[in-house]
């Protein structure tokens, strides 16, 4: 049986609160594309970054093999965060991507931010709680990075209910082993197909200090124990924020 094609699509947070931590970002993210490339399985790989000001499509469903790296003057932190927009406009475009293709790749979408839910104008929690529900029953993944907060939490309160296994928390200063972690376990999910293998497991959290998945998992993650979902409080709206884009190659 030919194996799937691994579509991976990864939204990173570039408003002024990155500043702090840019190089290590910067340095995160190549780490993470480094062991991607080291798969011998097929990832097409998409990065978009945003903040209340932009949007700017990194890398368009190119293979990860051509991916590459930042520099400092790729990525520039500013504004604020309208998580709830981004995460809705990276999503609608990687399905039109995947419908594009044709070939029913296996779907990941990482959303990383360090940042709460504050400016978003176009689309509400309520939105994207429908729209990711709708793409999570067809099989897609999702994986959300939080760093220096609760990020179940964040994602909640946007409106983004995620296995709380597939969202990790981490300290500001484990920036590049949380890339680097997550990588890991994208390539193992391209090689076999499992979802469980894009789970943090406690190791991985106490290598990042996660200090907040015992809320959420329970004291000992390995039980399994899901927290129950909550929805997110409606988003205020705010100022204006991106366009729509393409994850399509002209």
């Given at each position: 049986?030919?194996?799937k094609t691994t579509f991976v699509s990864f939204l990173?947070?570039?408003?002024?609160?990155?500043?702090?931590?840019?190089?290590?970002?910067?340095?995160?993210?190549?780490?993470?594309?480094?062991?991607?490339?080291?798969?011998?399985?097929?990832?097409?790989?998409?990065?978009?970054?945003?903040?209340?000001?932009?949007?700017?499509?990194?890398?368009?469903?190119?293979?990860?093999?051509?991916?590459?790296?930042?520099?400092?003057?790729?990525?520039?932190?500013?504004?604020?965060?309208?998580?709830?927009?981004?995460?809705?406009?990276?999503?609608?475009?990687?399905?039109?991507?995947?419908?594009?293709?044709?070939?029913?790749?296996?779907?990941?979408?990482?959303?990383?931010?360090?940042?709460?839910?504050?400016?978003?104008?176009?689309?509400?929690?309520?939105?994207?709680?429908?729209?990711?529900?709708?793409?999570?029953?067809?099989?897609?993944?999702?994986?959300?990075?939080?760093?220096?907060?609760?990020?179940?939490?964040?994602?909640?309160?946007?409106?983004?209910?995620?296995?709380?296994?597939?969202?990790?928390?981490?300290?500001?200063?484990?920036?590049?082993?949380?890339?680097?972690?997550?990588?890991?376990?994208?390539?193992?999910?391209?090689?076999?197909?499992?979802?469980?293998?894009?789970?943090?497991?406690?190791?991985?959290?106490?290598?990042?200090?996660?200090?907040?998945?015992?809320?959420?998992?329970?004291?000992?993650?390995?039980?399994?124990?899901?927290?129950?979902?909550?929805?997110?409080?409606?988003?205020?709206?705010?100022?204006?924020?991106?366009?729509?884009?393409?994850?399509?190659?002209?």
């Open positions: 049986m030919t194996k990173l947070d570039e408003t002024g609160s990155m500043q702090n931590i840019k190089d290590d970002t910067i340095g995160g993210f190549n780490s993470y594309v480094e062991v991607l490339q080291k798969s011998d399985d097929d990832i097409v790989f998409s990065l978009v970054s945003f903040n209340s000001g932009r949007t700017r499509r990194r890398y368009v469903a190119e293979s990860i093999r051509d991916i590459v790296p930042l520099t400092e003057n790729d990525y520039v932190p500013d504004m604020m965060t309208p998580l709830i927009d981004a995460a809705v406009k990276i999503i609608r475009a990687t399905d039109e991507a995947v419908r594009d293709r044709g070939d029913d790749p296996n779907v990941v979408v990482v959303m990383q931010t360090d940042g709460r839910e504050n400016v978003s104008v176009e689309y509400t929690n309520i939105d994207l709680a429908a729209l990711i529900k709708e793409k999570a029953a067809s099989g897609w993944q999702f994986v959300f990075l939080g760093a220096g907060l609760d990020a179940f939490h964040a994602a909640r309160q946007a409106g983004i209910d995620f296995d709380p296994d597939k969202v990790v928390s981490y300290s500001r200063a484990r920036s590049h082993k949380v890339f680097e972690l997550t990588a890991r376990n994208i390539t193992k999910f391209a090689q076999y197909g499992d979802a469980q293998l894009l789970d943090y497991s406690p190791e991985q959290r106490e290598k990042v200090d996660d200090k907040h998945t015992w809320k959420y998992l329970g004291e000992d993650a390995k039980s399994g124990r899901k927290a129950s979902s909550q929805s997110g409080r409606k988003s205020r709206r705010a100022a204006s924020t991106s366009e729509d884009y393409k994850l399509t190659r002209s």
